[in-house]
């Protein structure tokens, strides 16, 4: 039987039932910890190591998880779009759309502060414009929160139309490998197939962690194959060729997802999945401390090794922003991660979204 996009809708649905206390699904959170730390290690050892000018033993582990860490990240995305794609367009804009844009304009604002006026020789009155180019170009690590609001609007308006066409197009789009020079252009045409695959196989996805969880021996079997042909791809050189990416782009997210599953439940790993419960302070924030201590770590001169180095400075960059985020939950300041009441469409929804 052909799916359908009222099939996927239907198993979004479901999804959101199987959700636990307060919509979470732990999976899902451990699923996501994973991806915001890679982001974070791959950021921070790549700064290091330029900073050094030498490369560290973090170096292969960092490429070796390039073909997945971003299609990981936009599937996981994808996958509770179905039990919203339907309610109300007002709704669906506050939730999808101006929650992120919010984020978007006050972190660039800050990033602008930071670099430009600090660092950068910047002027104050250049901070409108700035801000105004973020939709067109974003600031450096904010392109992820810039791209998941397109991909929401393109989901949305899509959902009518026969899903085979439009995960052709997507796959197509992903396997041309456009180069336009237009950052966002390229980064959508690259990434929008694994969104739309999270949110067409929701339900496949669903079962695939819960098959994992009842078959261990024979996930971890898997999950040791994809390490193989995933890490041979990348030493081979041949880990970004068209059909190759698309290819291990979407085992990779698979095996996050098999990996996550294996981690649910287990006391030993609930670190990661508190940053997954908290992805977007994380995302949000962690340049800053990546950065600060980057620098100060380098001039003390008390890690010499790259490899260390990068794996000391990704430990801050995760820890600092959850640390900021408990600081200011209950004053002011706690707008750098709450979106107030008077920037929603919809008053009441909680500006960190549960699992979505």
Same mark, same amino acid.
């Given at each position: 039987?052909?799916?359908?996009?009222?099939?996927?809708?239907?198993?979004?649905?479901?999804?959101?039932?199987?959700?636990?206390?307060?919509? &979470?699904?732990?999976?899902?959170?451990?699923?996501?910890?994973?991806?915001?730390?890679? #982001?974070?290690?791959?950021?921070?050892?790549?700064?290091?190591?330029?900073?050094? %000018?030498?490369?560290?033993?973090?170096?292969?582990? #960092?490429?070796?998880?390039?073909?997945?860490?971003?299609?990981?990240?936009?599937?996981?995305?994808?996958?509770?779009?179905?039990?919203?794609?339907? &309610?109300?367009?007002?709704?669906?804009?506050?939730?999808?759309?101006?929650?992120?844009?919010?984020?978007?304009?006050?972190?660039?604002?800050?990033?602008?502060?930071?670099?430009?006026?600090?660092?950068?020789?910047?002027?104050?009155?250049?901070?409108?414009?700035?801000?105004?180019?973020?939709?067109?170009? !974003?600031?450096?690590?904010?392109?992820?929160?810039?791209?998941?609001?397109?991909?929401?609007?393109?989901?949305?308006?899509? $959902? $009518?139309?026969?899903?085979?066409?439009?995960?052709?197009?997507?796959?197509?789009?992903?396997?041309?490998?456009?180069?336009?020079?237009?950052?966002?252009?390229?980064?959508?045409?690259?990434?929008?197939?694994?969104?739309? #695959?999270?949110?067409?196989?929701?339900?496949?996805?669903?079962?695939?962690?819960?098959?994992?969880?009842?078959?261990?021996? &024979?996930?971890?079997?898997?999950?040791?194959?994809?390490?193989?042909?995933?890490?041979?791809?990348?030493?081979?050189?041949?880990?970004?060729?068209?059909?190759?990416?698309?290819?291990? %782009?979407?085992? %990779?997210?698979?095996?996050?997802?098999?990996?996550?599953?294996?981690?649910?439940?287990?006391?030993?790993?609930? !670190?990661?999945?508190?940053? %997954? &419960?908290?992805?977007?302070?994380?995302?949000?924030?962690?340049?800053?401390?990546?950065?600060?201590? $980057?620098?100060?770590?380098?001039?003390?001169?008390?890690?010499?090794?790259?490899?260390?180095?990068?794996?000391?400075?990704?430990?801050?960059?995760?820890?600092?922003?959850?640390?900021?985020?408990?600081?200011?939950?209950?004053?002011?300041?706690?707008?750098?991660?709450?979106?107030?009441?008077?920037?929603?469409?919809?008053?009441? $929804?909680?500006?960190?979204?549960?699992?979505?």
């Amino acid at each position: 039987m052909q799916a359908t996009p009222q099939m996927a809708t239907a198993e979004g649905r479901h999804a959101g039932a199987a959700a636990g206390h307060g919509g &979470r699904v732990d999976w899902v959170d451990y699923a996501k910890g994973f991806c915001i730390v890679f #982001v974070v290690l791959m950021h921070s050892t790549f700064g290091v190591e330029a900073a050094l %000018g030498r490369e560290g033993w973090m170096h292969p582990v #960092v490429e070796f998880m390039a073909p997945f860490r971003i299609p990981d990240f936009f599937l996981l995305s994808g996958l509770f779009v179905g039990r919203v794609i339907d &309610r109300d367009l007002r709704t669906y804009l506050d939730r999808k759309v101006l929650h992120f844009a919010y984020f978007l304009v006050l972190w660039s604002g800050i990033i602008f502060l930071v670099k430009g006026l600090l660092f950068g020789g910047a002027s104050l009155a250049e901070l409108p414009l700035a801000l105004a180019m973020a939709f067109v170009e !974003p600031f450096g690590t904010l392109w992820f929160i810039h791209m998941l609001p397109i991909f929401f609007i393109v989901a949305r308006l899509t $959902r $009518r139309v026969p899903m085979p066409l439009v995960l052709g197009v997507a796959a197509a789009l992903e396997i041309a490998h456009i180069d336009t020079g237009l950052f966002v252009v390229d980064q959508f045409c690259a990434r929008v197939v694994y969104f739309l #695959v999270g949110y067409y196989a929701c339900g496949t996805v669903f079962a695939l962690a819960a098959w994992v969880q009842g078959h261990v021996r &024979r996930a971890l079997a898997g999950l040791a194959l994809w390490a193989a042909v995933n890490g041979a791809a990348v030493a081979l050189g041949v880990s970004t060729l068209p059909l190759v990416s698309l290819a291990l %782009g979407l085992a %990779g997210a698979a095996a996050v997802v098999a990996a996550a599953a294996l981690m649910a439940g287990r006391d030993l790993f609930i !670190p990661l999945r508190y940053c %997954g &419960r908290n992805t977007l302070v994380i995302y949000l924030a962690f340049f800053l401390f990546m950065a600060s201590s $980057r620098v100060a770590l380098i001039k003390l001169g008390v890690i010499d090794d790259a490899g260390l180095l990068s794996v000391v400075v990704t430990l801050i960059a995760v820890a600092g922003p959850l640390l900021m985020h408990l600081a200011v939950k209950n004053t002011p300041a706690r707008y750098l991660f709450v979106r107030p009441e008077a920037f929603k469409l919809v008053p009441g $929804r909680p500006a960190i979204q549960p699992a979505e």
